[in-house]
């Protein structure tokens, strides 16, 4: 079945780059997302990576895909204030649209 | 395009009340789904629709709960009577095909 884990709570000093983990648990999964959502908006897709792959970078993050222990991470550079929001991962599993949310990091970027 | 359009994006309502959330799918996408966030719970899959068919409405919490997609640009969420317990905030997201989920604004939804 879909279960994705993450861990609540981050803080970062503005600059220092973030690492927000996440695991799960459907080995078929075909697409990993990571999702920002900002206070009072709604879920922003930030970017995917296939699960073929192993990293995929785009601009200040990089994705990280550990497929044998079902590990995904999200690196963020050189962290800004703007980047303060819940961060979440959601797994789909192929011929199935839906998608399993993990509850959501909240990560807070101190300047 | 202008995205996900969702309205009321608040809505303040007694138990016992009906409360009817609307969602606005992206033009040419086939697939929408209606979500609920609490602190508790997080993010639940409630009903998902393609094509304007109900696929998948195992989330939907009890019979209070309907959900109607009369046409391609056109859905809502309905609770009848709502509690308390509904309070939450009720995302709609589309997709086009096996694709990336677009998120509207959301609906708060508190009930007193």
């Known amino acids: 079945g879909e279960d994705v884990e993450q861990s609540l709570f981050l803080s970062v000093r503005e600059g220092d780059s973030s690492v927000i983990n996440c695991t799960y648990t459907d080995s078929s999964s075909t697409y990993l997302y990571w999702y920002k959502q900002e206070p009072g908006a709604g879920l922003q897709l930030l970017t995917y990576?296939?699960?073929?792959?192993d990293m995929k970078q785009d601009q200040r993050l990089t994705v990280l895909l550990n497929k044998k222990d079902k590990h995904l991470s999200l690196r963020i550079a050189d962290t800004q204030t703007g980047d303060s929001a819940i961060y979440f991962c959601?797994?789909?599993?192929?011929?199935?649209?839906?998608?399993?949310f993990g509850k959501g990091n909240q990560v807070v970027v101190i300047p | 395009d202008a995205g996900v359009i969702q309205s009321p994006r608040h809505e303040v309502t007694e138990m016992g009340q009906e409360v009817t959330l609307r969602c606005k799918p992206i033009s040419g996408h086939d697939y929408l789904f209606w979500y609920r966030q609490t602190m508790m719970r997080g993010l639940e899959l409630l009903i998902y629709f393609n094509n304007n068919v109900p696929i998948d409405d195992s989330g939907m919490p009890e019979d209070r709960f309907s959900a109607k997609m009369p046409n391609a640009s056109f859905s809502t969420l309905k609770i009848q009577p709502s509690e308390p317990r509904d309070s939450a905030v009720y995302f709609c997201a589309s997709t086009q095909g096996p694709n990336t989920q677009y998120f509207g604004p959301g609906t708060r939804l508190t009930v007193l």
């Open positions: 990576i296939f699960s073929n792959m």
């Open positions: 959601a797994e789909k599993t192929g011929g199935n649209n839906r998608l399993a």
